[in-house]
């Protein structure tokens, strides 16, 4: 198990500008999600996959936000003309599904900063 | 809004003391409450979680209480350790995957 990576771990941007992250899973897991979380506040959910379908997107994914997973293995997560209001840490997590309330295993993080 | 409510928002303790987070939630199709604890510069990593058909659950020196009347539940830490000082957040969810998390409560544990 060598836990959930994800890349980069900061990214400073312009206002305006796209960015991605990139999250890789346990190997084993099929699920995949991806949580926002800004200074002082718990994670809140952005999106889930069931291995490539996407099965549910938060009201706080706007149309700016894209994310995929091709293959069913790694993520990535699309901003599109970036703002400031953007900037927060985005965890990807991973589980394993077919398991009741498998439990979510989070990866450290991408700390975006837009300038 | 916030489905899951947490206090207070950060705490200091003695070593060998008990720190106690509360949580509360209104949402009675909540089934599922884990909490998390997470360091700086890390992510959250699941720490102990319950069911609503359990009042109490102990794992080494962490318990959650659970009053589902009340639609509260607590995380105690018991002989409290300097390497405990973290924050840690309570969480909730009815389905399999969605987790409403609390804001937070940053504890910490002087030598």
């Known amino acids: 198990d060598t836990g959930v990576s994800q890349d980069p771990r900061h990214k400073i941007t312009k206002r305006g500008q796209n960015v991605t992250f990139r999250c890789d899973p346990i190997?084993?897991?099929?699920?995949l999600y991806w949580y926002r979380q800004t200074l002082g506040q718990g994670p809140e959910f952005l999106t889930y996959?069931?291995?490539?379908?996407?099965?549910?997107k938060s009201r706080l994914l706007s149309d700016r936000f894209s994310a995929e997973r091709p293959k069913g293995s790694f993520s990535t997560l699309e901003i599109q003309r970036t703002e400031q209001g953007d900037s927060a840490m985005y965890l990807c997590?991973?589980?394993?599904?077919?398991?009741?309330?498998?439990?979510?295993?989070f990866g450290n993080g991408t700390r975006l900063t837009v300038t | 809004q916030q489905q899951v409510k947490q206090s207070p928002q950060s705490l200091i303790v003695q070593k060998g003391g008990i720190p106690i987070i509360n949580c509360a939630y209104e949402?009675?199709?909540?089934?599922?409450f884990p909490w998390y604890q997470q360091f700086p510069g890390k992510g959250p990593a699941l720490l102990i979680a319950?069911?609503?058909?359990?009042s109490e659950k102990k794992e080494g020196r962490f318990t959650i209480s659970f009053n589902k009347s009340a639609k509260q539940f607590s995380l105690h830490i018991m002989d409290s350790q300097p390497g405990d000082s973290a924050t840690y957040f309570c969480?909730?969810?009815?389905?399999?995957?969605?987790?409403?998390f609390g804001a937070g409560t940053t504890v910490t544990v002087r030598a």
């Open positions: 997590a991973s589980s394993r599904g077919g398991t009741r309330n498998s439990p979510l295993h």
């Open positions: 190997s084993e897991h099929n699920r």
């Open positions: 996959f069931q291995n490539e379908a996407q099965l549910e």
């Open positions: 949402n009675t199709a909540f089934d599922y």
């Open positions: 319950i069911r609503p058909d359990v």
């Open positions: 969480a909730a969810s009815m389905d399999d995957y969605k987790l409403s």
